[in-house]
């Protein structure tokens, strides 16, 4: 059973940095795809990045395209999110996740998860 642990989440000031890390065990999540997605109050889970098994090729949502960076260690298992320039509407709960099917690409809207983080809270203040 594959068990992802997150950390790295915090209270930042709008224009603040912040990097997520999730680390997994259990096996190894080098073929697949990894990436985050996030679910503030009162709102539906959305996806906000991915990066392929490779690391060569990355997708974000547009909302944080030029902020945010994605990119993984498959040797620690790990895979990171650099948040930077954060904005009070990035404020939510941040989940990593793996893709369910080896080698696919970068986004992951609409792909099967296998696994999901506990969450990590990013709460960014005006």
């Known amino acids: 059973q594959v068990q992802l642990v997150e950390s790295g989440g915090g209270l930042v000031q709008a224009g603040g940095s912040l990097r997520l890390s999730c680390t997994a065990s259990?096996?190894?999540?080098?073929?697949?795809?990894v990436g985050w997605f996030r679910q503030a109050p009162g709102k539906e889970r959305e996806f906000v990045a991915g990066?392929?098994?490779?690391?060569?090729?990355?997708s974000y949502v547009d909302s944080v395209k030029g902020r945010f960076t994605i990119s993984r260690d498959n040797a620690k298992n790990t895979v990171y999110l650099q948040m930077n320039s954060l904005k009070p509407e990035d404020t939510a709960v941040y989940y990593c996740?793996?893709?369910?099917?080896?080698?696919?690409?970068?986004?992951?809207?609409?792909?099967?998860?296998?696994?999901w983080g506990q969450g990590t809270q990013v709460t960014v203040s005006s």
């Open positions: 259990g096996r190894t999540f080098s073929p697949y795809t």
């Open positions: 990066i392929n098994w490779s690391g060569g090729s990355t």
């Open positions: 996740a793996v893709d369910s099917i080896r080698f696919q690409g970068a986004t992951m809207m609409g792909r099967p998860i296998a696994n």
